[in-house]
Antibody
């Protein structure tokens, strides 16, 4: 069965970096793009962008350029989200989600990133 | 401020039928299919409907969707207590070149 398993919660200080992983299983990793979605505390879902798992080419949504980087390690079927220069407003749950023709059909369990001094 | 507009809340009693609306524009709902996601408290979202009205395997036929012009709606019939959740609509936006979500609707089963 398709599974996306994300890395555990992170507590970081402002200005630090964090790298969230999303390990896929149960399907051919390179056949489906991977999306990233942010959910701030008590807020709705915000699409961050996606990465082509064939070419590694990332596409970032408005507001997620510069400090946000999507990457892959196809040898271990894992997608990564790295956020640098963390700010308090980056505190959120970050989800990876498999993309099947623009519908996000499988989601990871989410990774809570807390940014606090 | 979300690109797609949903009512923040909806409610119904067990067995009732409720609908949740999702309003967009010509650059998103008007030119793309709509997907619906359900997020139970404390869990990750799950795909509920795709391509306006298609149910993934395992989703009961109590859930249905429709789209007309720049609006879409989700209908839940035979409401059950376990349907209490947040519901989000989403669509591709040609102008923004990305996925846009509605702000979410919190469904309460009274």
């Amino acid at each position: 069965q398709v599974q996306l398993v994300q890395s555990g919660s992170e507590l970081k200080k402002p200005g630090a970096s964090v790298k969230v992983s999303c390990k896929a299983s149960g399907y051919t990793f390179t056949s489906y793009p991977m999306n990233w979605v942010r959910q701030a505390p008590g807020q709705g879902l915000q699409w961050m962008g996606w990465i082509n798992t064939n070419t590694g080419n990332p596409t970032y949504a408005q507001g997620f350029t510069g400090r946000f980087v999507f990457s892959l390690d196809t040898s271990v079927r894992t997608a990564y989200l790295q956020i640098s220069s963390l700010k308090a407003e980056d505190t959120a749950v970050y989800y990876c989600a498999r993309d099947d023709d623009r519908s996000l059909d499988y989601w990871g369990q989410g990774t809570l990133v807390t940014v606090s001094s | 401020q979300s690109v797609l507009t949903q009512p923040p809340s909806a409610s119904g009693t067990p067995g009732q039928r409720v609908t949740i609306s999702c309003s967009g524009s010509s650059s998103n709902i008007g030119s793309s299919t709509v997907n619906w996601y359900r997020q139970l408290p404390g869990t990750a979202p799950k795909l509920l409907l795709y391509s306006n009205n298609q149910r993934p395997s395992g989703v009961p036929d109590r859930f249905s969707g429709s789209k007309s012009g720049t609006s879409a709606s989700l209908a839940i019939s035979g409401l059950q207590s376990e349907d209490e959740a947040d519901y989000y609509c989403a669509a591709w936006d040609d102008s923004l070149k990305g996925v846009v979500f509605g702000g979410g609707t919190k469904l309460t089963v009274l």
